[in-house]
């Protein structure tokens, strides 16, 4: 598939719909908020402005595809949502085009209902590819989608209104709108909140914020964030193949990629197949075309089995995988995995090396030497994808991944005790709220993991926090309320396209953390944790209401 380029950020056409009228005077008042910090920030992170875009271009070709409707609704409110998420200075790190939306997400929804999204170029639903012409027109095919309503350049917003935003809400006034939400009894016996301003770090709502909860999913916002602090957002893993000069044996050696794959489209990421014809290349070279094969997952260390056992939600894991183990072709979601995803993958590239001329014998494990050559390597994408896609689709095999890459990188055992040690040990150097929290896994699927509200609405904070922007990841890759990931068929009304945030769901725990802007321009982070629920679709609608009321309060 095409990769789309991220575009150069630059003001929207001055062709905007009489929607766009309505919209324009609160886009106003939120790009108050973030004008002084962001120039600031913008300023110190332009030399990473190149590293960041490049690192989001895989991610841009995979944002699932929205729900048709609504469309109109979703491309205004994901603007107001990008421009005040650039007080975490989006606009050098994440893939935001100028009117603040996210370049995929806008053509998304304007494929869908060939309306909606700014005209910057091309044609709406395809991939962008490159700057515009000089005339600013698209040259799309006649029919082609015309400019939607969309916000005023974020840029242009920043530097050239006098509007100023309301402060934050009020607690009283926030307690009096949550309150009530929070007692409905479809959110079980336990329920913990917190709610945050991005801008300040100011808790504006606290109902048990700092007792420890069983989060589920919303632990990967943990993980991200540690494995983000500790490796770098361009930080890649990387799977090669050594040759031993003692033996001629040769070692595919598993770096911990989660996302290297043997499917003919890689889609951008690590593709074993290239790293066969690249390895039977160099074997050839050697006049070699018969080896003794194995296979080296020493990375890693400790049990392979998740504490739940075998599960179709997570493969074993291990330092060498290809497609997570699944059996069934599919790329998310529950699914029948392989018993032994290492020796599954080295069979698959026995049989690959064999396609390019190369006999091999049946692979088994061994550990390559120090003194053994390198002959092929291949990368995955930037952290920075790894984490917005395991965010987006809650996927466990990348969060465990990450964990163990968390403690490879900071000198602990890669076992799932040590990437909990590590994990506490990366949010421990940020500052963060630790009381309490303990962390089992990377997923949240072990149900002895704790966290609190304060925590997570601590981190998502920190994500947005100018001083560090290989954080950003955290916030970009939360689900999307109506359109992405584990959030795309939620939110039919309402705060479709605001709210952002991860789900965590187990029996009887059901979990939300994200952000939201309000309606006064606030970014404002939240987490809400409830224990012993007993109808999870219940549990779920109730915590969307929260979130909800979070979007549509001005709560002075």
């Known amino acids: 598939m095409v990769v789309p380029e991220l575009r150069p950020w630059r003001a929207a056409r001055p062709h905007v719909v009489r929607a766009a009228n309505a919209v324009r005077p609160r886009l106003a008042r939120a790009a108050g908020i973030v004008r002084p910090r962001a120039e600031r920030a913008a300023a110190a992170a332009k030399p990473r402005i190149a590293r960041l875009t490049q690192a989001a271009k895989p991610q841009l070709a995979r944002i699932a595809m929205p729900k048709a409707g609504r469309t109109w609704q979703y491309t205004t409110c994901a603007a107001t949502a990008g421009l005040a998420l650039a007080v975490g200075v989006a606009t050098a790190a994440g893939p935001w085009d100028s009117t603040g939306q996210r370049t995929a997400e806008r053509h998304r929804a304007a494929a869908l209902e ?61 307690a009096g709108v949550l309150d009530p939400l929070l007692a409905d009894p479809a959110l079980g016996a336990r329920r913990t909140a917190a709610v945050v301003d991005v801008a300040t770090g100011t808790l504006l709502y606290g109902a048990g914020a700092d007792e420890a909860l069983t989060p589920a999913s919303t632990t990967k916002i943990a993980t991200a964030v540690a494995a983000l602090a500790a490796m770098g957002a361009d930080h890649r893993l990387t799977t090669r193949v050594a040759l031993e000069p003692d ?105 690959l090396l064999r396609s390019h001329g190369i006999d091999t014998t049946p692979p088994g494990p061994s550990k390559a030497t120090a003194r053994a050559e390198t002959l092929a390597t291949v990368s995955s994408p930037p952290l920075s994808t790894l984490v917005e896609r395991m965010l987006t689709n809650s996927d466990n095999d990348i969060a465990e991944a990450l964990a ?72 970009t890759g939360l689900p999307v309320a109506g359109f992405t990931g584990t959030l795309s068929s939620r939110y039919t009304d309402g705060a479709a396209g605001v709210v952002r ?56």
């Open 114 to 174: 060939r309306a909606g999204g700014a005209d910057h170029g091309a044609t709406a639903g395809a991939p962008d590819t490159g700057p515009s012409d000089a005339s600013g027109t698209s040259g799309a095919a006649a029919g082609a989608p015309e400019p939607a309503p969309s916000a005023a350049s974020v840029l242009t917003g920043l530097g050239g209104t006098t509007t100023t935003v309301k402060a934050a809400p009020a607690a009283d006034a926030l």
């Open 247 to 351: 033996t001629g044996e040769v070692v595919l050696v598993g770096g911990g990629d989660p996302t290297l794959t043997a499917r003919a489209d890689a889609e951008g990421y690590a593709s074993l197949r290239t790293l066969a014809a690249s390895t039977a290349a160099a074997l050839k070279k050697r006049g070699i075309t018969r080896a003794t094969l194995s296979y080296d997952t020493t990375l890693y260390a400790g049990s392979e089995i998740h504490p739940i056992g075998v599960n179709p939600n997570l493969a074993p894991v291990t330092a060498l995988t290809a497609d997570e183990g699944r059996t069934d072709g599919s790329a998310k979601g529950p699914a029948t995995r392989v018993a032994d995803p290492a020796a599954d993958a080295a069979s698959g590239f026995a049989d």
């Open 404 to 475: 163990r890459q968390t403690a490879v990188a900071t000198g602990e055992r890669a076992d799932f005790a040590g990437a909990g040690r590590a994990i506490r040990a990366q949010l421990a150097k940020l500052g963060l709220p630790l009381s309490g929290a303990e962390f089992k896994d990377g997923s949240g699927l072990d149900r002895e993991d704790r966290l609190t509200a304060s925590l997570l609405t601590a981190l998502l904070a920190k994500a947005g926090d100018p001083a560090h922007p290989d954080l950003r990841p955290t916030l």
């Open 501 to 556: 945030a991860k789900t965590g769901t187990l029996t009887g725990v059901n979990t939300l953390a994200g952000t939201v802007v309000d309606q006064d321009g606030r970014l404002l982070s939240f987490a809400l944790l409830t224990s012993d629920t007993t109808d999870p679709t219940a549990a779920q609608a109730a915590l969307d209401r929260a979130a909800t009321a979070l979007a549509g309060c001005g709560c002075r």
